[in-house]
């Protein structure tokens, strides 16, 4: 099992910490790079400026082309989104979801909750939120995972995952090992 992480911008190595001992890692930064992987993860950072980086680099076209599995965190999850509300900007578009950007608002902005993740058993998650979007809506292909106070965090469609918050900031693996069952289709 060969999972890249986009090696753009944002929290990478964490990533990559996290998914050490679950399958090779490679760091992607050339659309070539993703030939020979079986899944990408797509980390937290700045959703434009990542937008922008996997346009210039064609990795768009390769991770569609490909028919990737991949599993996209907070911006990330914003990447894969059909639909951006209320900011034009790219978007893979990969998954049938419409999300607001930093929606906590400023309060909120970032904050950390104990999430009860049914999938992943029944210890709950540690939820790291930072600048956080809100999956506002769902399409009928979409699984909800997981909601925290009425909004969705963690959700599915195929083989795409996304979460809003952060995984690979703590040091449960089993949002991870979930992507890569996912793949597998165990
Ligand atoms: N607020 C960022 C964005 O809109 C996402 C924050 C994050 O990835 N932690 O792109």
Redesign the pocket.
């Known amino acids: 099992m060969r999972i890249g992480v986009l090696g753009l911008q ?1 929290d990478v190595a964490e990533h990559a910490a996290m998914l050490r001992g679950l399958a090779d890692v490679v760091i992607v930064k050339k659309a070539s790079e993703l030939e020979t992987l079986d899944g990408l993860i797509m980390p ?5 400026t990542i937008g922008k980086l996997i346009q210039k680099y064609e990795i768009d076209r390769a991770i569609k082309a490909k028919r990737l599995p991949v599993f996209g965190t ?2 990330g999850a ?1 990447l894969l989104a059909k639909k951006i509300l209320a900011t034009e900007q790219f978007s893979l578009r990969l998954m049938d979801i419409a999300v607001e ?2 929606a906590y608002g400023r309060q909120k902005e970032s904050f950390e909750a104990d999430l009860e993740i049914p999938a992943l058993g029944k210890p709950p998650f540690r939820g790291i939120f ?4 809100v999956i506002r809506k769902c399409g009928k292909d979409v699984e909800v995972l997981a909601e925290h106070e009425g909004s969705i965090i963690l959700a599915r469609q195929g083989k795409i995952l996304v979460a809003t918050f ?1 995984p690979e900031l703590t040091r449960d693996a089993r949002v991870h090992e979930y992507f890569i069952k996912l793949i597998t289709g165990a």
């Open positions: 944002g937290g950072g700045e959703s434009t907070c911006a914003i950007r930093n930072i600048r956080a979007p952060h």
